[in-house]
């Protein structure tokens, strides 16, 4: 098996993309970031690499968007140790890998930094949505809303530990300007935001969610997500993901309540 290492955006999706397309549902993230490179959202001293199988198969594909951590799918465990090598050799910083349980950690386990952290996640996917119940109304957020927003995926990052050193502030500009950030409000106040993306090969995902703590217990993030997950299906979504934080009970029994079932578990290893 063969690594081919681009900075070149099209011609990693010209090799990458089909592949990443036979399973979009755990191929969510790549997907989501494939879009965000050619809109222009992650700009900055990319990479992606495509692995190529004994019979010229694509079998596996990273991405690397500094500074949020490199981007693994479903990648065999084996090709891993050539990745990294390929990586170490080109003095690439990585702060930290997210994937798939099994192939993350074999690249952490590789990389020459030590782990400082982990986030473990799993991937659910809506079965039969069922209404929540919660004071309020939903709204699309505009242009208008970028201060606010940016504060609430501020707090997010910081609680969730994720992209610590990322500046929201791009990434929030560009969803406010596709309607992709719902408020959820209590009296004309804005409780709760939600992100969804747009489909991909049908597939939208819901996230972050996220309520300040001063304001949880009253069902404004399960209100908000039911709005976000209404928006993906009324846009044509056939299916509609998200990621919790296995760490976080609470937010896990909320969903499945809503008709979310578990996938498959992911997990985020942060490197010194």
Not at 35 to 50: P, Y
Not at 60 to 74: E, I, K, Y
Not at 151 to 176: G, I, N, S, Y
Not at 241 to 254: C, M, R
């Amino acid at each position: 098996m063969t690594w081919t290492i681009t900075s070149g955006v099209e011609e990693y999706a010209a090799a990458a993309e089909p592949w990443l397309l036979r399973d979009p549902v755990r191929n969510t993230v790549m997907l989501t970031v494939l879009r965000g490179i050619r809109t222009g959202q992650f700009a900055d001293d990319l990479l992606m690499g495509w692995l190529t199988g004994e019979e010229g198969e694509v079998a596996g594909a990273f991405s690397h968007t500094p500074p949020r951590p490199l981007v693994l799918g479903d990648v065999p465990s084996g090709a891993l140790p050539a990745l990294v090598a390929a990586l170490i050799e080109r003095d690439r910083e990585i702060a930290g890998v997210t994937g798939p349980v099994d192939a993350a950690e074999t690249f952490a386990g590789a990389w020459w930094r030590p782990a400082t952290g982990r986030t473990a996640q799993r991937l659910y996917r809506l079965g039969a949505l069922r209404p929540p119940s919660a004071k309020g109304k939903p709204r699309i957020a505009g242009p208008d809303d970028l201060p606010l927003a940016v504060r609430f995926f501020r707090e997010f990052q910081a609680e969730a530990h994720v992209e610590r050193t990322a500046d929201p502030t791009p990434v929030v500009a560009a969803r406010l300007n596709r309607d992709e950030l719902l408020w959820w409000e209590d009296d004309d106040r804005p409780v709760s935001i939600a992100g969804v993306s747009a489909p991909i090969a049908g597939m939208s995902r819901i996230g972050p969610v996220y309520t300040p703590p001063e304001l949880r217990g009253r069902g404004y993030g399960s209100a908000v997500t039911h709005a976000a997950t209404r928006k993906a299906l009324d846009e044509g979504a056939t299916e509609v993901l998200l990621f919790t934080d296995l760490g976080n009970p609470t937010s896990n029994s909320v969903y499945q309540r809503l008709g979310y079932r578990p996938i498959a578990d992911y997990v985020t290893v942060h490197f010194e």
